[in-house]
């Protein structure tokens, strides 16, 4: 028998997810994943509202007034930064996902820049990589996809759906997560933790990455 839930009940959840987004962004903030302004974080309310970071506001310094409650099926709500639409979206196409977390990592924006023209960068070998989503061994090669960094919002929002909808045409598993060239990384999981823990994972190995082009011994 399915019982309808209370307005307290209901409120309790944004509460809870309102809580989740201000320690995102904490999080972010206190490794520099976020400079300045840059960066965002929702996490899901329910099946129809996330609470997501408004535009303008400093991540490592979120108050409550600083998150926006948004209905999926609504237009953003005034004071939303423009990549909220990539948010909405995609939780309505992937209902499995709890939270998106979005930040300006400088590894994953250099590396998302440097490998723009083909698509996508793999990671394999790498220990770390088993903290992703259903990777069981380093021996997987995981596939982050590269968008080009475009205005345009809803053109942006189709190609990551389409993507997305389609299998890897290829031997490797799919990264939860996308980056933008020149802009930063775009990850998410069924849970806020499992959010925090795919952003920085990929951060850090693209982190790794860099490291051994750079490593001579």
């Known amino acids: 028998m399915t019982v309808a839930l209370t307005i307290l009940e209901t409120d309790a959840r944004a509460e809870t997810a309102i809580d989740a987004v201000i320690l995102a962004g904490r999080y972010a903030a206190e490794r520099h994943w976020v400079p300045a302004t840059s960066g965002n974080f929702s996490v899901r309310i329910d099946s129809e509202r ?18 926006l409650i948004q209905k999926l099926d609504a237009p953003l709500v005034a004071g939303s930064s423009a990549e909220a ?11 499995d996902t709890g939270a998106i977390f979005h930040i300006h990592g400088p590894h994953s924006t250099v590396i998302g820049l440097a490998h723009a023209a083909g698509g996508a960068v793999r ?6 990589q088993k903290a992703l989503s259903g990777v069981k ?40 997560g996308y980056l933008l060239a020149g802009h930063g990384l775009y990850a998410w999981g ?3 933790q499992d959010a925090r823990r795919h952003v920085e994972a990929l951060e850090t190995l693209f982190q790794q990455s860099m490291m ?6």
Do not use: C, M
């Open 50 to 67: 996330i609470a997501i970071t408004r535009s303008g506001v400093d991540k490592g310094a979120l108050t409550r007034a600083d998150v």
């Open 190 to 192: 069924k849970t806020a």
């Open 85 to 95: 639409a990539l948010h909405t979206r995609h939780y309505v196409e992937q209902p």
């Open 123 to 128: 990671l394999d070998g790498w220990e770390l």
């Open 137 to 176: 061994t380093h021996e997987t090669t995981i596939e982050v996809p590269i968008f080009a960094n475009d205005q345009d919002i809803d053109a942006l929002s189709d190609r990551v759906a389409a993507y997305l909808s389609t299998p890897v045409k290829s031997d490797a598993v799919r990264a939860p």
């Open 212 to 217: 051994l082009r750079s490593y001579r011994p």
